[in-house]
């Protein structure tokens, strides 16, 4: 299960070689429908990639931070430094494919 990600923990959880963190909403409905697919890629991707989410909503600060205009949104942290951001719904495969590009360009 991806760690539950706020302001108070947010720079441990992302001080690993690569953390991904999904960007979400209860009302959002793309978001309901990425759950299952980001619940797979983290058991695919155990331990090579941390994953968390943060709620938008007790959150904005952060998603203010991180320039989230829309949800979900994935943001890539690389030993702490937030990388890249991808934004909308994705088909797991094209995520796997994205998340694994990510692992050989980080190594």
């Known amino acids: 299960m991806a760690q539950t990600i706020t302001r108070d923990n947010l720079k ?5 070689k690569i953390t991904v963190i999904d960007f979400w909403a209860s009302w959002c409905g793309p978001c309901k429908i ?10 695919e991707f155990a331990g ?11 959150n904005q ?13 994935l ?3 690389k030993n702490g ?3 890249e951001k ?8 094209k995520l796997a494919n994205y998340l ?6 980080m190594a």
Do not use: H
């Open 81 to 83: 430094e937030a990388k």
């Open 86 to 93: 991808v934004s909308g719904l994705y088909p797991k495969d």
């Open 61 to 73: 600060d952060l998603a203010e931070q991180f320039k989230v205009m829309s949800i979900p949104s």
């Open 100 to 105: 694994n590009k990510k692992l050989t360009e």
């Open 34 to 43: 990425m759950d299952p697919i980001f619940e797979e890629l983290e058991q």
């Open 48 to 58: 090579k990639i941390n994953f968390g989410k943060l709620n938008v909503e007790d």
């Open 75 to 77: 943001v890539v942290f």
């Open 12 to 16: 441990a959880a992302t001080d690993n």
